[in-house]
């Protein structure tokens, strides 16, 4: 349950009267020391002397009579839970419809929650506005009574469609009259009509949770999005798009956003969009200079055009831009894929090697820079030689790689072409 709602939560409820900023129009003076008693007042409301800022401006009400002093008093004796004072002072039978609702908020917090009920019926008839309505339906709620505190809040919501009320109302709805449909379409449409307030969007997003509703999540997310783009948001968009499994909507979602370029280049790799993915990788290096984006950048181009026949042009821009990274990082990955291109493409086999073998110094059992040298060695007519390197590849592999497969299968030809020669 929440924690702010309707267990002697009237203070919070009518912010209006008990934790707005005083603001005192005092017009002209009615005795000499006057402003001196409101700075008093002020100054120990400032440093949270609130009993004395009550007594301060009982003395100005008492000497000078101007209604906003009372007020002033009465809202800080609110405050500090000063209810019986609250009492002393308002009569039960008040004509003065404010400083009813002052004795209904002190007979709330004392718990005489049927006096309090009984006085708040008698603002409906007195001057039936929001605020009213809104007490009347707090008492109701006290007294257990949540099919009139709901009615009550209802009348207070028609008035101005509030979207703190319409809050109150939903969850009163879900929470303790079981009308938790009622609730959700309550709060929908509030939304299509008002827009997204955090209260009332929150709100909502609660009930989805409970009813562990994605889509209805995923909305209320997007819509907090678009009313306040946060980083923690975007990652919680995307975190029920990858729990639905929709691929196509995050990409969509995160291509409009830019919110977490790191998660769309994931995405593009995932669903091998590798043009895509050279691109966003070499924004991501040009921002943030880091090399890795850069390897990355190339190795996608190089796998978005992997199908059909590669450009000239393109591989050696795929080339020229692995061995800037490699003389910035000597990343095994990048020096591999780069010997590799050299080797397989013809271009300088001996020195697609020599990258191969620096990358295999840090990880000696890549069953990937294995075959790669295997693969150079048979590029020079070494067969035996690459077939026994071949050999620890398919000792090492256990994942049936189709380009293995071909390089394994090229290998023997090889030994069984030399060997018939002889």
């Not at 609660?206 to 819509?223: A, C, P, T, W």
């Not at 592999?397 to 018939?420: Q, R």
Request: hydrophobic share 40%; aromatic share 12%; glycine share 4%.
């Amino acid at each position: 349950m929440h924690k702010y709602f309707l267990t002697l939560s009237f203070i919070a409820l009518f912010s209006g009267c008990a934790t707005k900023k005083i603001e005192l129009e005092t017009n002209a003076k009615v005795f000499p020391q006057e402003d001196f008693y409101i700075l008093t007042a002020l100054d120990a409301k400032t440093h949270h002397q609130y009993k004395k800022a009550a007594a301060t401006f009982l003395v100005l009400y008492e000497k000078s009579h101007k209604k906003e002093y009372l007020n002033a008093s009465l809202e800080t004796m609110l405050q500090v839970r000063d209810y019986k004072q609250i009492l002393e002072i308002v009569p039960a039978d008040t004509k003065d419809t404010e400083l009813l609702r002052f004795r209904v908020y002190a007979l709330l917090g004392l718990e005489k929650y049927e006096e309090a009920n009984k006085l708040a019926l008698t603002l409906e008839n007195k001057e039936p506005k929001e605020k009213n309505y809104e007490l009347i339906a707090q008492t109701f709620f006290n007294l257990k009574e949540y099919k009139q505190g709901a009615l009550f809040f209802d009348k207070a919501y028609k008035i101005n469609y509030d979207d703190a009320v319409v809050q109150k109302l939903a969850f009163l709805y879900y929470n303790y009259l079981d009308e938790k449909q009622k609730a959700i379409d309550l709060l929908k449409t509030h939304i299509q009509i008002n827009g997204c307030a955090k209260l009332v969007c929150r709100e909502l997003l609660i009930f989805y949770s409970q009813k562990r509703d994605l889509d209805g999540i995923l909305d209320i997310y997007k819509k907090l999005y678009k009313v306040e783009p946060t980083k923690e948001l975007a990652t919680k968009i995307i975190q029920v798009y990858l729990m639905q499994k929709k691929f196509i909507e995050l990409q969509e979602f995160l291509e409009h956003t830019q919110s977490d370029n790191l998660t769309l280049l994931n995405l593009y790799v995932t669903t091998k969009n590798y043009t895509k993915a050279s691109k966003l990788a070499y924004k991501l290096y040009l921002e943030k200079g880091d090399y890795t984006f850069l390897g990355k950048s190339a190795v996608y181009m190089y796998e978005a055009t992997k199908e059909g026949k590669i450009s000239k042009k393109v591989l050696n821009e795929v080339i020229a831009r692995l061995e800037v990274v490699i003389q910035k990082e000597k990343s095994s990955l990048f020096l591999n894929y780069l010997g590799y291109l050299l080797i397989d493409h013809d271009l300088n086999v001996t020195k697609g090697i020599a990258y191969v073998k620096e990358a295999l110094k840090q990880d000696p059992n890549s069953v990937f820079y294995l075959d790669s040298l295997a693969w150079g060695e048979y590029k020079l007519g070494n067969c035996k030689e690459a077939q026994k390197i071949m050999k620890k590849v398919l000792e090492l592999d256990t994942t049936s790689n189709n380009e293995i497969k071909i390089h394994k299968e090229a290998i023997s030809n090889c030994l069984t072409k030399k060997k018939g020669i002889k």
